[in-house]
């Protein structure tokens, strides 16, 4: 099965780790980790697998490490789970 990609507006050092909707076609997430050393994006695949039952390894970032705007890659999964799963949020 090929991997579902989502793209996802990550926001660090917020109040609480959430998944606040969908906005422009993206995904917005905020974690309450800093942007610092790739914490908030392991705080973002550990927040997004747990969302969809899947576990971390099955996650990565593709594009966008350093940016806010980023291209999440979910292994195993189709990108119609993926936003009804997280469109339930």
């Known amino acids: 099965m ?5 793209a996802v507006r990550l926001t660090p050092r ?7 909707g969908w906005s422009d076609g ?5 974690v309450t980790a800093p942007p610092v050393d790739g914490r908030a ?4 695949v550990r927040l997004l697998a ?3 039952g ?9 594009a966008g490490a350093t940016a806010r705007r980023k291209l999440v890659e979910f292994e195993g999964v189709s990108i119609e789970e993926v936003t009804a ?3 339930a949020i």
């Open 54 to 62: 899947i576990a971390p390894g099955r996650v990565r970032i593709v």
């Open 41 to 44: 994006n392991a705080a973002l």
């Open 2 to 6: 090929p991997a579902a990609r989502l």
């Open 50 to 52: 747990e969302a969809l």
């Open 14 to 20: 917020a109040a609480a780790d959430q998944i606040g």
């Open 85 to 87: 799963r997280l469109g």
């Open 26 to 30: 993206e995904l917005r997430v905020r």
